[in-house]
């Protein structure tokens, strides 16, 4: 079956730091996403993707957020400068055209600010 | 009123019950209905589909009802590895097919 790749799965960083989180969708997907999901509580949409562009943002995605398809299977979500309400899980999902598809979600990454 | 709201539990039933899950969202131009599951630490993995007309799967079923945009997911036959967080999820209509989370309802199925 087609995976949501992410990589790290874990990631400690120190506060104010910049961190990248990779992701590889599934290849014939064509939205990608970000959500995140800090500990305890419900999982949030960060940033939708298509044609290579953003497609919509939330408020949590403020100015020290940005993402990327850099070379036509990798999807990156950079943190400029990380805060310690940025610990999180991160996941990352694609999914086909159509809203009664629902997404594959990869593993997440675990990101522990410090 | 919260975008999509569910009774967090816990459901604490022993194996062979049947359990209900209940969901209510408050867009009422959502299109798209889903039941995902998620256990501890894990990404959410998508269980069903929920559709207008109901829907079954083995032991779950899942039912909508639009005008009282309201979600459930009935499990029968409850085994010990249904044990999770059981996440209510409706795509938002004015969006790029972003999906709403409920926070979700813990089920804890017991030997």
């Known amino acids: 079956e087609p995976e949501v790749t992410q990589t790290p799965s874990h990631q400690v960083t120190q506060m104010g730091q910049e961190v990248i989180l990779r992701c590889v969708p599934i290849?014939?997907?064509?939205?990608f996403y970000w959500y995140r999901q800090i500990l305890g509580q419900k999982v949030e949409f960060l940033v939708s993707?298509?044609?290579?562009?953003?497609?919509?943002k939330s408020e949590i995605f403020d100015d020290q957020f940005s993402v990327e398809r850099p070379d036509g299977s990798n999807f990156t979500l950079k943190i400029r400068s990380t805060k310690l309400e940025d610990s999180a899980m991160y996941f990352c999902?694609?999914?086909?055209?159509?809203?009664?598809?629902?997404?594959?979600f990869g593993s997440g990454t675990r990101l522990t600010v410090v | 009123r919260k975008e999509v709201e569910q009774d967090p539990g816990p459901f604490n039933v022993p194996e062979g019950a049947t359990v209900a899950f209940n969901c209510t969202y408050s867009n009422s131009a959502s299109q798209s209905f889903f039941w995902y599951r998620q256990d501890c630490r894990k990404e959410p993995k998508l269980l069903m589909s929920v559709y207008s007309s109901g829907n079954e799967d083995g032991r779950f079923t899942a039912q909508l009802n639009r005008a009282s945009q309201y979600i459930s997911l009935l499990i029968r036959d409850s085994k010990l590895s249904d044990s999770a967080t059981y996440l209510c999820v409706v795509n938002w209509v004015d969006s790029s097919y972003k999906l709403i989370f409920g926070s979700g309802t813990r089920l804890l199925v017991r030997p």
């Open positions: 999902a694609s999914s086909e055209p159509g809203r009664s598809y629902g997404y594959t």
């Open positions: 290849s014939n997907h064509l939205y």
């Open positions: 993707f298509y044609n290579n562009e953003i497609s919509e």
